[in-house]
């Protein structure tokens, strides 16, 4: 079995900052691409920011210059700085991760979830 558990979430003023840490255990062999999705109410789960095992990154046009994935392999854990936060960044934020368990296929998990709100 494989878990993803966040933290970081919460309140924040609108230009503030937060920082998301998602750690994933389990008899895991290896863990590929991670990333950080989101989810508005209303709206539907986007893709926020990924990055590979080699640390190569990719952001959605709305994040970029505001947030930094980032990840340690060793720990299995992915980190998601996110600065200048702005109320339209309100959302739950979703780690997930594709990682292969000892003598199993590669498939795709995914954590809880953290609300993360922005208002003043």
């Known amino acids: 079995q494989v878990q993803l558990v966040e933290s970081g979430g919460g309140l924040v003023q609108p230009g503030g900052s937060l920082r998301l840490s998602c750690a994933a255990s389990?008899?895991?062999?290896?863990?590929?691409?991670m990333g950080w999705y989101r989810q508005a109410p209303g709206k539907q789960r986007e893709l926020v920011a990924a990055?590979?095992?080699?640390?190569?990154?990719n952001y959605a046009d709305s994040v970029k210059g505001r947030f930094t994935i980032s990840r340690d392999n060793a720990k299995n854990t992915v980190y998601q700085q996110m600065n200048s936060l702005k109320p339209e960044d309100t959302a739950v934020y979703y780690c997930?991760?594709?990682?292969?368990?000892?003598?199993?296929?590669?498939?795709?998990?995914w954590g809880q979830g953290t609300q993360v709100t922005v208002s003043s």
């Open positions: 997930n991760a594709e990682v292969q368990r000892w003598g199993s296929l590669l498939r795709t998990y």
């Open positions: 990055i590979t095992s080699g640390g190569s990154t």
């Open positions: 389990g008899s895991i062999f290896r863990i590929n691409d």
